[in-house]
């Protein structure tokens, strides 16, 4: 996570690049808030980023504020087309410590997408505890390791780039790029997860992620892995709430999906934090960028992945290919 206060970071470049959550996934959070009388006056978009998120709740929220622990995502947070729309208020900060940003029982949804795997849960969910109304949500949605469905012989190309540990393996940030590849299942929750007859009728009520079934059938859950944080917050949450929709639990629907060509896939791979780490350690790399000789690390996979498909008769570099990241999303309620 360092590499995204660096000034060498390209936070222009990963607004550009990342893949964003279908608005279904917001349906889904809001449906859940909703089921347990949540009010829609203010969202908390926790490791914001760029916005993704807080932009998408805007138009649902009377009020949405964004936190980031880097100043250069902060500084390119997005806002509202919409004039009718209230501006987002993007603040430098850290889930650990809301002291000083918002007050108590000040809000009724928090956010994090692809940022909970920063956290520190044992001093987090006593901050969240603080600051959400009753009836307040909070939902974590992330993503693990992108692959190709259409071609999956491809996808050990992949994994070697974003694993090994002549690639981009020992660089990345730990633990927590260890808990994106789990799907979030070292991410406790705040108590001890209760599956009952009101899960079960809460589960129902959720939109289903690609169906557009207006009575779609209760979506599997998986059941917490990791211990409940050992907290004093832990009072005043609903254990029959906490709920986790992940890949794996609902089949092949629980997946963020792009369709690229060869530029957009490329950008993507050069957005990630690791990608920096390793250029920093081996510069002699990146000045192969773009080369006649193979290029660096990104161009030599992108050509592998080219190479690749070329033997199934596809040409990247004009016709669109689709590549997916196994989604996850975990909930929970405070007591109404």
Known sequence: MAQFAKASFDAAGYLA???????????????????????????????????????????????????DPSAKMVDVGMQPND???????????????????????????????????????????????????????????????????????????????????????????????????????????????????????????????????PTPPPHPIADAIAEPAPTSGSSGWDPTTAIRLKSGSTGDKWFLRRRWTSGPLEGYMRSASALHAYHEKHPEDLAKKGGKDGGDIVDRLVNQIREGLKKEGIDIDKEEVEFAWPLVMMMIKREA
């Open 17 to 67: 690049s990342r893949p964003t959550y279908p608005a279904r996934v917001y349906d889904i959070i809001c449906s859940f808030h909703r089921a347990g009388g949540g009010r829609f006056e203010h969202a908390l978009d926790l490791g914001c980023g760029p916005g993704f998120m807080a932009l998408a709740l805007a138009p649902r929220f009377n009020r949405v504020t964004a936190l």
């Open 83 to 213: 004039a009718k729309v209230p501006r987002i208020h993007y603040a430098v900060g850290n889930a650990e410590d809301l002291t000083s940003q918002l007050g108590e029982s000040s809000v009724d949804l928090v956010v994090a997408g692809q940022a909970a795997h920063w956290f520190d849960h044992g001093r987090v969910w006593p901050e969240l505890g603080r600051i959400l109304r009753p009836g307040a949500t909070v939902a974590y949605v992330g993503y693990g390791e992108m692959v190709i469905p259409k071609y999956p012989k491809l996808n050990s190309l992949i994994s070697a780039y974003q694993a090994g540990d002549d690639a981009l393996g020992p660089h990345w940030s730990q633990p927590g790029r260890s808990i994106v590849e789990g799907l979030l299942d070292a991410v406790p929750y705040p108590i001890a997860p209760e599956r009952t007859a009101i899960t079960e009728a809460l589960l129902a009520q959720l939109p289903d992620l690609e169906s557009l079934s």
